[in-house]
């Protein structure tokens, strides 16, 4: 029995590795809560001895707030490295249609890029920021299009300029996350139409 060749299947995994931008950006973010969160605990300290000696309880609660802040802060960095760290199961083969064989490798990793971004952007705990950011790495990877690919997406209606566009219009909007998850979703949706001749 003949061996099936797979060396060149795309592999599934997430789209947004721990590249050495994100490494360096989450380091210095890291220092820097790290000295905010020691300086809020030596203001924690101070707070405290006000409170027992002096009854002032205006500081505690500013430090409180405070408190409140850094820890939102710390949660959100903690999520945003699970997710690096920690690919999404998108191999929902089931609902690729046969047209999906057709589409060229480079299509077939936006169509596996899209699913990963759609599902990043609907965890609860994500907010306008990291909406923004994961919709502008999504972008990035169309930019890296070439040739027949790019021409491919023309012919849908899309282009990179176009996308900036209606991402920078999503990033001044309220609810972020329901306009991106739109947007991608109508943009895999046409992928994945039969539409276009891919042999053309």
């Given at each position: ?98 047209h999906f064989g057709m589409l060229s490798s480079g299509l077939q990793n936006v169509v596996y890029v899209t699913r990963t971004t759609r599902a990043a952007i609907a965890e609860p705990e994500i907010g306008q920021p990291e909406v923004s950011r994961a919709m502008f ?64």
């Amino acid at each position: 029995m003949a061996e099936t060749d797979t060396s060149h299947e795309l592999v599934l995994a997430d789209p947004r590795p721990v590249t050495a931008g994100f490494a360096f950006t989450f380091v210095s973010a890291l220092l820097v809560l790290g000295i905010i969160s020691a300086a809020w605990v030596v203001s924690f300290f101070i707070a405290l001895v006000l409170l027992v000696l002096e009854g002032a309880g205006l500081p505690a609660l500013m430090v409180g707030a405070t408190g409140i802040l850094l820890v939102r802060a710390w949660r959100t960095m903690v999520a945003s490295m699970r997710r690096r760290l920690h690919p999404m199961e998108i191999e929902d083969y089931d609902a690729l249609p046969p047209h999906f064989g057709m589409l060229s490798s480079g299509l077939q990793n936006v169509v596996y890029v899209t699913r990963t971004t759609r599902a990043a952007i609907a965890e609860p705990e994500i907010g306008q920021p990291e909406v923004s950011r994961a919709m502008f790495e999504w972008l990035m990877t169309l930019e890296a299009l070439q040739g027949d690919d790019v021409r491919d997406l023309r012919d849908r209606g899309f282009s990179v300029d176009g996308l900036r566009d209606e991402l920078q219009a999503i990033a001044r909007a309220g609810r972020p996350g329901p306009e991106a998850d739109a947007l991608l979703s109508r943009f895999e949706a046409s992928l994945l139409h039969r539409g276009v001749d891919p042999f053309r």
